[in-house]
């Protein structure tokens, strides 16, 4: 509407300019002064209606833009007037075609096939993309080769899904990649047993040292990755649990202080079962410094299985002060609740 005004007084005003000397009568100084008086601002009222019709990249800069319109439609009193207003309407509307027969061909770029597996699947649905038995076997299979390049946490319960899927391939398959990452950590295992006897052997059982300390903490965390990864189940599971345990105390016998070990002695009583030693080693992981966020969801898990449900409440409305734990919200949320 604004455009609209602007045009019509540009209209208006020029063709005031042009009857203001039959008005004044004759060729007076006065006649004059009033025609370039009122050219001057129809000038710049067509230009102020001009800019808005152009597209972006041509009214910048938009004072020059707005001088350049206006003096070309004040230095040629009609024909500039018409001109930039159609100049104005071209450069709106008309487009000029798209060059045709520029390009015969066009040769496609080499794709490194590593970032293409890699890339091709993501972690979100893949538990119901595996299951699916209507999905083509090769997309299936390609789904699963790309979980070699996830951790084994998040690979292990997809692959322990496909373990009873009806396709022999794809059980295989899934049996050789789970046999492949316990047995990387079992080599570690060994190494480390090694390193452990060498340790004992040199600095002997009475006084050890920090070649025994390195060891017992490397075997604790080996263990642990049996469970962390979801790959020890039943028996195996209880020994790598006991296993870590026992090499996690030897470390902390070492070192009493260290808060991360004294948190994993928690989670391993914990897993064990034994729940009063595992509540201790979450109150002095606590107080060596660990922060709430890393014991006490921990804790309000063992309040829960005891059925201490007001002490789970408790530790819930503790976890609630702090903002950095999406996972938990929802969970967070529920015991929060009144």
């Known amino acids: 509407m604004l455009s609209t005004k602007l045009g019509l007084s540009a209209v208006l005003m020029e063709l005031a300019a042009w009857s203001s000397p039959l008005l004044l009568r004759g060729h007076s100084d006065a006649a004059l002064a009033s025609y370039l008086l009122a050219h001057a601002l129809a000038s710049a009222l067509l230009a102020l209606f001009i800019l808005p019709l152009l597209r972006g990249a041509q009214t910048r800069p938009r004072a020059p833009i707005l001088a350049l319109l206006a003096l070309c439609s004040y230095a040629v009193p009609i024909a500039g007037f018409l001109g930039v207003l159609a100049g104005a309407l071209v450069l709106r509307y008309y487009r000029s075609p798209p060059p045709r027969g520029t390009f015969e061909s066009l040769q496609l770029p080499e794709f490194d096939l590593h970032q293409r597996i890699k890339g091709g699947f993501r972690q979100t649905g893949l538990r119901s993309f595996l299951g699916n038995a209507e999905v083509p076997m090769n997309s299936r299979m390609r789904a699963m080769v790309s979980l ?75 263990y642990w990755e049996f469970i962390y990864q979801d790959l020890a189940q039943g028996d195996l599971r209880d020994y790598a649990s006991h296993e870590s345990l026992r090499y996690c105390e030897q470390a902390l016998a070492l070192q009493p202080d260290n808060a991360p070990l004294r948190l994993r002695q928690g989670l391993l009583l914990h897993a064990l079962g034994r729940l009063d030693e595992a509540a201790q080693a979450y109150d002095k992981a606590h107080a060596l410094g660990l922060p709430a966020t890393r014991v006490l969801p921990y804790q309000a898990e063992l309040s829960f299985e005891r059925r201490d449900f007001a002490r789970t409440r408790e530790l819930m409305r503790r976890l609630d002060q702090w903002s950095a734990l999406p996972r938990l919200r929802p969970v967070i949320d529920y015991w929060s609740a009144r």
């Open 148 to 222: 070699q390049h996830v951790s084994g946490r998040v690979a292990s319960p997809l692959l322990r899904n496909v373990l009873n899927d009806p396709s022999e391939d794809l059980r295989l398959l899934a049996y050789g990649m789970l046999d492949t990452l316990e047995q990387r950590i079992s080599r570690s295992v060994d190494h480390e047993l090694q390193a452990w006897r060498v340790a004992q052997a040199t600095e002997g059982t009475e006084r050890p040292g920090p070649l025994t300390l390195k060891a017992a903490h490397n075997l604790s965390d080996l």
